[in-house]
């Protein structure tokens, strides 16, 4: 059992490290890592819940909290349920250690560390999540200033948050660099005019605030 949850941190690790580097292969990497760290916990629960409960609820505990973390990065939907189930389970965790006068170590610790970041992480809007892993990432910054497909997926997100203004702002920074790349005669592929034309849809959902449903470009 030991062995499968060091085998899972170390996928979740690659994937972590992969997905901050925009590098292909990040999310199965993190998917896979999280399969395993869930199936891990559900394995030692049903295993331990009568002899060892406050340490089974703690691995289930990290591998929710982990799942609502994907979730995020993701921008997945259903991540505030996720994280409901994660905040119970671990409040639970924090009660059956308290009720059994057990005495708080490194893993209850981390937990709890754990516990406060995700927690963070659940009040920070999606669009300073994807700011900081696109704008802010040196790994990445000088592409996405040059891409108006991520100007236009940071748009969505402001757009999400009622940042009307910015929102708009980040839609004519997309429209910019399309028309920049095409006056300077770099090939224009059939594709990217349907952007544009979406990018146009885009800018008067925004202005008439009835942006509704996300399109993906092509």
């Given at each position: 059992?030991?062995?499968?949850?060091?085998?899972?941190?170390?996928?979740?690790?690659?994937?972590?490290?992969?997905?901050?580097?925009?590098?292909?292969?990040?999310?199965?990497?993190?998917?896979?890592g999280n399969?395993?760290?869930?199936?891990?916990?559900?394995?030692?629960?049903?295993?331990?819940?009568?002899?060892?409960?406050?340490?089974?609820?703690?691995?289930?505990?990290?591998?929710?909290?982990?799942?609502?973390?994907?979730?995020?990065?993701?921008?997945?939907?259903?991540?505030?349920?996720?994280?409901?189930?994660?905040?119970?389970?671990?409040?639970?965790?924090?009660?059956?250690?308290?009720?059994k006068n057990?005495?708080?170590?490194?893993?209850?610790?981390?937990?709890?560390?754990?516990?406060?970041?995700?927690?963070?992480?659940?009040?920070t809007?999606?669009?300073?999540?994807?700011?900081?892993?696109?704008?802010?990432?040196?790994s990445?910054?000088?592409?996405?200033?040059?891409s108006?497909?991520?100007?236009?997926?940071?748009?969505?997100?402001?757009?999400?948050?009622n940042?009307?203004?910015?929102?708009?702002?980040?839609?004519?920074?997309a429209?910019?660099?399309?028309?920049?790349?095409?006056?300077?005669?770099?090939?224009?592929?059939?594709?990217?005019?349907?952007?544009?034309?979406?990018?146009?849809?885009?800018?008067?959902?925004?202005?008439?605030?009835?942006?509704?449903?996300?399109?993906?470009?092509?």
């Amino acid at each position: 059992m030991k062995k499968l949850y060091i085998l899972a941190w170390i996928i979740l690790t690659i994937g972590f490290c992969f997905k901050f580097l925009h590098w292909p292969g990040a999310n199965v990497s993190l998917l896979l890592g999280n399969l395993i760290l869930l199936i891990h916990s559900i394995i030692f629960l049903i295993q331990n819940a009568k002899s060892n409960l406050p340490k089974s609820l703690l691995y289930l505990s990290i591998s929710t909290l982990t799942t609502y973390l994907i979730f995020r990065l993701l921008y997945w939907q259903f991540s505030i349920q996720v994280f409901t189930i994660a905040f119970v389970i671990t409040i639970i965790c924090f009660i059956s250690y308290l009720a059994k006068n057990i005495q708080f170590k490194a893993p209850q610790i981390i937990l709890a560390l754990y516990f406060i970041f995700a927690l963070r992480i659940f009040f920070t809007p999606a669009y300073k999540i994807f700011y900081f892993m696109n704008f802010s990432n040196p790994s990445s910054a000088e592409y996405a200033q040059t891409s108006y497909r991520v100007w236009n997926n940071y748009s969505w997100f402001l757009y999400l948050s009622n940042k009307y203004g910015e929102a708009e702002e980040a839609n004519k920074n997309a429209q910019k660099i399309y028309l920049e790349k095409q006056s300077s005669n770099e090939l224009i592929l059939e594709r990217d005019k349907q952007n544009y034309e979406i990018l146009k849809k885009n800018e008067e959902k925004i202005k008439s605030k009835t942006w509704v449903d996300y399109e993906y470009l092509k």
